[in-house]
């Protein structure tokens, strides 16, 4: 393959996977919060705050005619976080909801790696060309999984770190953790994902 074709790949991988729009999309409100937290010390202030920023980057991309799916999502998820610390009056929990979404995300991948369905091939296979064909072929197949287990590794790190940190109601330290652990976690897993990938060629149909 190319470089061109290595690079294209890279690009295609990092959308499927988020993104830096996903990204900036999910995790700056949450910033906006811990920020409005720890100026105001109000919760319903520093919720309203979170879900306006999202509210504001769903408006944006729908100007500027760009994908909105992330910005919806994202919002989406910032209204669970606010229900929830709503609900229990602690400013902590506005992250639980992301406890237990990477909780179910890294038993999601161990499943699907255990069954030989991994969903790095599954959400990557049509989008870089190969659809399923990619279960015919065991170097290819391997190689999904491998890049599966990384992202395993991702979601249960974050939950073995945060969860301690919400446990014990330590709330900057959980915000902070939530950037370090979201950004530059997110690029290293789809980097690694990218160079594990692009040792196998992409399988068509009839190889």
């Known amino acids: ?28 409100p949450s910033i906006i919060f811990l920020v409005a937290f720890n100026i105001t010390n109000n919760l319903n202030r520093s919720i309203l705050a979170a879900i ?20 919806i999502s994202g919002l989406i998820g910032i209204i669970i976080c606010a229900w929830i610390a709503r609900r229990s009056g602690k400013a902590a929990d506005f992250y639980l909801f992301g406890l237990y979404k ?3 995300y890294g038993a999601a991948y161990a499943l699907a790696n ?11 296979g049509p989008i870089l060309g190969e659809n399923f064909e990619w279960r015919k072929n065991p170097a290819r197949l391997a190689a999904y999984r491998q890049a599966g287990w990384i992202w395993m590794g991702l979601f249960l790190i974050r939950v073995a770190i945060q969860y301690p940190l919400w446990k014990t109601n330590h709330l900057n330290w959980l915000g902070s953790v939530n950037i370090v652990l979201g950004y530059p976690l997110f690029i290293f897993a789809a980097w690694i994902t990218w160079l594990i990938l692009k040792r196998v060629p992409t399988v068509k149909a009839g190889d």
């Open 114 to 124: 255990i069954v030989k369905w991994p969903l790095i091939g599954i959400m990557l």
């Open 102 to 104: 990477n909780a179910a």
């Open 1 to 28: 393959m190319s470089y061109e074709g290595h690079h294209d790949d890279r690009a295609k991988i990092m959308d499927a996977l988020g993104g830096k729009r996903g990204l900036i999309d999910s995790g700056l």
């Open 52 to 71: 306006i920023t999202s509210a504001l980057f769903t408006i944006l991309r729908l100007a500027r005619r760009e994908t909105i799916q992330h910005a």
